[in-house]
């Protein structure tokens, strides 16, 4: 094998395969893993990701080079590329990193292995194009545009319609500065009766397509923007995305050569960076601080009664309790989330105090202390130990009025202090516990992590199906302790329903009766949460909701109490 002199084996295959310009696909791969995962995934899904990119574009550009051996040693451009490897060791690489790919993708989940063989022939097949369709540079955008549509499925194991839309953002854009590539080679393609539309249609008008390729793009790249819910940083790369672009144009009209690699190279691995740095602000970043406990928009706690971390605890009247830190979040789920229902679009949402909320919910042995008898029977489940369930609104309402008298009166709850149903969004900031998954253990659950009867959520792992209520914390606690926040039995919440999330600060619709939305029955209704043992694991969900009428009670619905200083 003859080689460049001075160049050892790695740096020659290095060069071969061109891995420099891996940086043009991979930053649109790690964006759309960020936007799928709603911040940093597991080290092990960022690495799995890494290798999938490196191992398809490996084989990618061998198979390229194989395909094009003849004809890059008659280009003038090209013509050292075949010295730098042999074909023996280029077809044993084209294998081995294949074979590489398809082996992580089973590593991953079943569907990126099973579309992995569709995702290399897509890859390989834009090396043959050039060869009967003038439109090869759009071939070569469709193989870079896999890559943000896998690494979504790594992520979550679904199709969605953000890496659909990205992907089309990357086709123009790799099509367009493809255009721009291929102008250096215009003569030669033309000799040798190689299809490209520089070939087709001239350079002038080529360029001229570039441009609109490449504002299509950008439009493209807003609309997925706007379907991710990306913010601040995703619109100032924009911006400096529109710069690059520019700059690319400006550089490729000059008809310089020297001109046209500097550009192509700088401007559009530019481009990959920004667009992954804006993507990093506004899902690692800024998503981290709109799930902030205890930030400086309020006075450090004084109250003795008040905990000092999120998850303390302590017992009052025979209820545990857990304490929540004054915070902010987003409430609601983003756009695409699995299983997403009408009015969880998203609100940001600040508590200015922290309050304690019931570990479990409230249990039949608790009721019968408090109250008494039950207003209805048992038909799910029956113990001192189980959640109490057939309460209406206004007698869950009452035990907690009874809770914060004998509290009183036995001077475990300061007189300034009383229990109450939980609005909405101490609700959800409790059950979400700092997280920003779709529920607090992650992006899928089981009926392993909660007690739901059928389908578990978003492909997790199969497990019992009791068919009725269970004890209180027999499954797993969230980040901050409290159990049973996702199934079991719907819950409780103070507000009255309406068709959208209230955001602001400290939100409260107990009293807006007049902004409840109306049924088609033309009810209104209060707000239960949770999800309930006789449902399958989507609407135990961190962001799902529902109405219920308030003077209805079923099997499946209870509550659990905070305790909080009401405002004067």
């Not at 679904?158 to 003569?187: C, K, M, N, S």
């Not at 393609?189 to 504002?215: C, F, K, N, P």
């Not at 025979?318 to 915070?327: F, N, Q, R, T, Y």
């Amino acid at each position: 094998m003859s080689a460049e002199p001075g160049l050892g084996a790695l740096p020659r295959l290095l060069r071969f395969i061109r891995f420099s310009h891996t940086i043009f696909a991979l930053p649109f791969a790690l964006g759309s893993m960020l936007v799928a995962a709603r911040g940093l995934p597991a080290t092990r899904t960022i690495a799995q990701i890494v290798l999938c990119m490196v191992f398809a574009r490996t084989a990618a550009m061998v198979f390229n080079r194989l395909a094009d051996w003849r004809i890059d040693q008659r280009n003038p451009r090209t013509s050292d590329r075949h010295r730098l490897v042999s074909r023996g060791v280029a077809t044993c690489l084209l294998l081995a990193s294949s074979a590489a790919f398809i082996a992580t993708t089973w590593w991953i989940n079943w569907l990126c292995f099973l579309l992995s063989p569709v995702a290399l022939v897509i890859v390989f097949f834009y090396s043959m194009t050039k060869r009967f369709t003038a439109g090869s540079h759009l071939f070569l955008g469709l193989a870079l545009s896999v890559s943000p549509v896998g690494a979504w499925l790594a992520v979550t194991g679904h199709f969605a319609w953000a890496p659909l839309v990205l992907a089309l953002a990357v086709l123009f854009w790799v099509a367009g500065f493809d255009l721009i590539y291929a102008t250096q080679d215009y003569e030669f393609d033309r000799r040798e009766g190689l299809r490209s539309m520089v070939v087709a249609i001239g350079i002038e008008r080529s360029l001229q397509w570039a441009q609109r390729l490449h504002w299509t793009m950008f439009v493209v790249l807003a609309v997925f923007g706007w379907i991710a819910q990306l913010r601040t940083g995703f619109a100032a790369s924009l911006v400096l995305i529109a710069g690059a672009l520019l700059y690319e144009h400006r550089h490729a009209a000059s008809r310089d050569i020297a001109a046209i690699n500097r550009a192509f190279f700088w401007s559009n691995a530019f481009v990959g960076v920004v667009f992954l740095a804006g993507i990093l602000v506004d899902c690692v970043v800024l998503r981290a601080g709109a799930n902030i406990t205890n930030p400086n928009l309020s006075q450090p706690e004084t109250d003795p009664f008040a905990g000092s971390k999120a998850g303390d605890e302590r017992e009052v009247g025979g209820v545990k309790l857990c304490w929540c830190p004054a915070g902010r979040f987003r409430m609601g789920s983003p756009r695409n989330e699995p299983e997403r229902r009408p009015g969880e679009n998203q609100v940001d949402v600040t508590l200015s105090r922290g309050f304690w909320i019931g570990k479990y919910e409230v249990t039949q042995g608790q009721w019968r202390r408090v109250v008494g008898e039950f207003p209805g029977g048992f038909t799910a489940g029956e113990g001192d130990d189980f959640p109490v369930y057939t309460i209406n609104f206004a007698e869950a309402e009452d035990f907690c009025r009874k809770l914060t008298e004998r509290a009183h009166a036995s001077g475990e709850l300061p007189q300034h202090w009383e229990f109450r149903l939980p609005t909405e969004a101490q609700w959800e900031y409790a059950c979400r516990a700092g997280t920003t998954t779709a529920t607090s253990f992650g992006d899928k659950l089981s009926s392993k992590q909660a007690n739901f009867e059928g389908k578990p959520y978003n492909g997790a792992e199969e497990g019992p199906s009791l068919k009725r209520t269970a004890r209180v914390g027999s499954y797993p606690a969230n980040p901050w302790g409290l159990h049973d926040m996702h199934g079991n039995v719907f819950e409780w919440c103070r507000d009255w329903f309406r068709d959208r999330l209230p955001g602001g600060v400290d939100p409260d619709l107990h009293d807006a009766k007049n902004l409840a939305t109306k049924s088609e029955h033309g009810d209104i209704s209060r707000v239960r949460r949770g999800g309930c043992w006789a449902d399958e694991g989507w609407p135990c969900r961190s962001a799902f909701r529902l109405r219920f009428e308030p003077e209805r009670r079923h099997d499946h619905i209870g509550f659990r109490v905070v305790a909080v200083r009401p405002s004067t």
